[in-house]
């Protein structure tokens, strides 16, 4: 049986670590390699390092980063923010990320999605979906639309539709962040996230609201992820991943427990 | 010196990194004299076998695979590298593989469930990784030590004397083989942190035989 994934995120800007809250008022906290070298340690299953630097040049000291984190931790990795090409893909794995995500990217140009998969495998392709509550309309009759650039532009996609259109299209996995829940710290959008994990066969990584344990639980177990996005609950010393392993383990949930 | 074989198959490059972050000599080639040359091969890949099984037929690494399975030098297998050392597999219609090891390599039925909730294809993520035998390539390794599998079929030995380690998803699989001095992992030893680094290193330093 397969464990449920701890996946700690790493928001990175200019080769160094921020942490956004509700996407503003970034703060820089430290080194993204050692960092990941420390989630690592602690049973990270994987790590999902998101770039949200926007020049070439930022994506060129990205480069450098992902090379280093290849050195230096031996599991799965994912890499997002910004990829728009096949060429932007292809950079991110042969610099040696196990996955690489697309959320705007792939709104704009799904093809990209179908590109990636033949390409390098539906395996290595996550899409990434900002989801936002709004009036369930016509067009958006699940109430959940997808949002671009950090919220503030709608697209008029229903995110239900959305995902299921991404797996027929080869996407091997979602990664699906609240932006309603994000850096509340009051629970992951569990309706939402069943929704979704409910409605596509590929695994759903619920993301965004963690602040206590019980977060994690709920969402793993109620609403049905397939893994679960953590950052603050870990980046400010509130828990350790080992400690919320255990917590989830205590509540019948299978994690993998040594490392 | 470990002989990572590139036949165009993905994960090299992650094999190589894990085994230069051991301090373990390797050099990652296509070339059928690096693979006479080196003291042990590791075969990985990641992706479809109809495809793979073609690189490996035109640019001849097939014959030297065979070879060094033959030669009793040791051999480790990693997910497709693995696959394709079977007779055949279900993947692209049916692939005519190296046959190796008696048995074939079939996909996961489509129907599987695990407490009530369908179970998604493939399977990806971390399993548990119950070993059958004592092998010196398992050495040290927990018994509820968990590993990283990215597939969508798995490895059906004919011989259950070939089976080596079984993990359970929705039903219950050959997630290694070994027979003489070759050792054939579905999971990725390279992706599964200090557990897969150990496996890694037990290999580097295995004779190629059984004998505990």
């Given at each position: 049986m397969l464990s449920k994934r701890i996946i700690p995120c790493l928001d990175v800007r200019g080769g160094k670590l921020t942490k956004g809250v509700r996407f503003k008022g970034n703060v820089d906290i430290g080194d993204p390699v050692e960092a990941a070298r420390q989630y690592y340690g602690q049973g990270a299953d994987e790590i999902v390092f998101y770039d949200?630097?926007?020049?070439s040049e930022g994506r060129d000291i990205m480069i450098d980063v992902v090379n280093r984190v290849a050195e230096t931790i031996f599991i799965p990795f994912s890499v997002g923010g910004g990829i728009r090409t096949l060429e932007d893909m292809r950079r991110v794995i042969l610099a040696g990320a196990e996955k690489v995500s697309v959320n705007s990217g792939a709104v704009e140009n799904p093809r990209i999605i179908t590109g990636g998969a033949v390409a390098f495998g539906s395996q290595s392709v996550v899409l990434g979906m900002d989801v936002k509550k709004v009036e369930t309309s016509a067009r958006i009759p699940s109430g959940y639309e997808i949002v671009i650039q950090g919220g503030r532009k709608h697209t008029g996609l229903d995110a239900l539709w959305w995902a299921r259109e991404a797996e027929n299209l080869g996407a091997g996995e979602i990664c699906l962040n609240s932006i309603d829940a994000d850096g509340t710290l009051e629970g992951y959008e569990l309706e939402l996230t069943h929704r979704i994990a409910t409605h596509v066969k590929i695994p759903v990584i619920a993301s965004g609201g963690a602040g206590k344990k019980e977060h994690l639980l709920d969402v793993l177990t109620k609403a049905k992820a397939d893994a679960a996005l953590i950052a603050s609950i870990v980046h400010y010393g509130t828990h350790t991943i080992g400690e919320l392993k255990e917590f989830l383990a205590g509540g019948g949930v299978k994690v993998r427990e040594v490392w | 010196m470990i002989a990572v074989v590139d036949y165009r198959a993905g994960n090299v490059t992650s094999v190589a990194r894990a085994l230069r972050h051991l301090n373990v000599p390797c050099v990652a080639t296509d070339r059928a004299e690096d693979l006479r040359r080196a003291g042990r091969i590791i075969f990985p890949g990641v992706g479809a076998a109809g495809e793979a099984m073609r690189n490996l037929r035109e640019t001849g690494l097939a014959g030297c695979i065979r070879e060094a399975f033959e030669s009793g030098k040791p051999l480790l297998g990693i997910c497709l590298g693995t696959q394709v050392i079977f007779e055949y597999s279900e993947e692209d219609g049916r692939t005519e593989c190296l046959?190796?090891?008696p048995g074939g390599v079939r996909r996961f039925p489509g129907d599987l469930r695990e407490g009530g909730d369908p179970l998604k294809i493939p399977h990806m993520g971390w399993n548990r990784v119950s070993f059958q035998v004592a092998h010196p390539v398992f050495a040290g390794l927990p018994a509820n030590a968990e590993f990283y599998f990215v597939h969508a079929y798995y490895p059906a030995p004919a011989n259950e004397a070939d089976v080596a380690a079984e993990t359970e998803y929705g039903i219950r699989f050959a997630s290694a083989v070994a027979r003489g001095n070759l050792v054939a992992v579905q999971f990725h030893p390279e992706k599964s942190g200090r557990f897969g680094l150990r496996l890694l290193e037990n290999f580097s330093r295995w004779d190629g035989s059984h004998a505990q």
């Open positions: 949200i630097t926007a020049s | 046959g190796l090891i």
